[in-house]
């Protein structure tokens, strides 16, 4: 039997953004229903919500509501929850033997916090040392771009794009910090406008001070053209 955890216990973790696994918490039947057939529940679902509030869903503005969300859901901000949309990350040799680090800085990142459901919005900072393979340039964006389109914690996304191009690139020499504001900390709760959430992990080679430090320093570079 797995560890009950009582209401106001989930409230404390949700309202201190606390994540529960390094994996996104997916049920074994995830995948039984088509995306259409996903669709067609959740437009209820949140007709529901709408009319629960006191919503007139006979309104022109509002009547489709409950359709657009829904799609949204399961094509759009939600969508890297489908595996079938991982990102085909193609290596190539590494011909010319390039053996410093690269760094993909400034990677637009768009997720959801999984406690309140609010936009994170972002920026991600990937870099690795090459073991003999390269990726091409796009696939980096897209695999952040993959775990950050589901429920997500930080913390959990910046771990899962590390092991997913360690994966790729059969090294242990990447690294990832991401600087993201939240807004179920910007406009509720505390509504601190200002502050933003900073998280990185580091693989390999990274953990040396001298090369974690070369990586900070180039993604501080002021690359604007």
Same mark, same amino acid.
């Given at each position: 039997?797995?560890?009950?955890?009582?209401?106001?216990?989930?409230?404390?973790?949700?309202?201190?953004?606390?994540?529960?696994?390094?994996?996104?918490?997916?049920?074994?039947?995830?995948?039984?229903?088509?995306?259409?057939?996903?669709?067609?529940?959740?437009?209820?679902?949140?007709?529901?919500?709408?009319?629960?509030?006191?919503? &007139?869903?006979?309104? &022109?503005?509002?009547?489709?509501? !409950?359709?657009?969300?829904?799609?949204?859901?399961?094509?759009?901000?939600?969508?890297?929850?489908?595996?079938?949309? /991982?990102?085909?990350?193609?290596?190539?040799?590494?011909?010319?033997?390039?053996?410093?680090?690269?760094?993909? /800085?400034?990677?637009?990142?768009?997720?959801?916090?999984?406690?309140?459901?609010? !936009?994170?919005?972002?920026?991600?900072?990937?870099?690795?040392?090459?073991?003999?393979?390269?990726?091409?340039?796009?696939?980096?964006?897209?695999?952040?771009?993959?775990?950050?389109?589901? !429920?997500?914690?930080?913390?959990?996304?910046?771990?899962?794009?590390? /092991?997913?191009?360690?994966?790729?690139?059969?090294?242990? &020499?990447?690294?990832?910090?991401?600087?993201?504001?939240?807004?179920?900390?910007?406009?509720?709760?505390? /509504?601190?406008?200002?502050?933003?959430?900073?998280?990185?992990?580091?693989?390999?080679?990274?953990?040396?001070?001298?090369?974690?430090?070369?990586?900070?320093?180039?993604?501080?570079?002021?690359?604007?053209?």
């Amino acid at each position: 039997m797995g560890i009950q955890i009582n209401s106001s216990e989930t409230d404390n973790l949700g309202d201190n953004h606390i994540g529960t696994a390094s994996n996104t918490p997916v049920r074994d039947d995830a995948f039984v229903l088509n995306n259409q057939e996903k669709i067609e529940l959740i437009k209820d679902d949140v007709k529901h919500i709408m009319e629960t509030l006191g919503l &007139d869903l006979t309104d &022109d503005s509002l009547s489709g509501t !409950p359709n657009r969300v829904a799609k949204m859901f399961v094509n759009e901000i939600f969508g890297g929850l489908d595996p079938q949309k /991982k990102p085909k990350a193609s290596t190539f040799q590494n011909k010319y033997n390039y053996g410093e680090m690269l760094v993909e /800085k400034n990677i637009t990142l768009y997720s959801t916090c999984e406690h309140h459901l609010l !936009p994170i919005v972002g920026r991600a900072h990937v870099a690795y040392i090459s073991n003999g393979t390269v990726v091409g340039l796009s696939k980096m964006n897209r695999i952040v771009d993959y775990y950050a389109k589901r !429920p997500q914690v930080q913390e959990r996304l910046t771990i899962q794009i590390v /092991k997913e191009l360690q994966n790729v690139l059969n090294t242990q &020499d990447v690294a990832c910090v991401i600087d993201a504001k939240h807004l179920c900390v910007n406009s509720r709760g505390i /509504k601190d406008i200002e502050s933003s959430t900073i998280t990185s992990e580091f693989g390999g080679k990274f953990k040396n001070k001298e090369t974690k430090r070369e990586f900070l320093d180039y993604i501080q570079l002021d690359t604007k053209f």
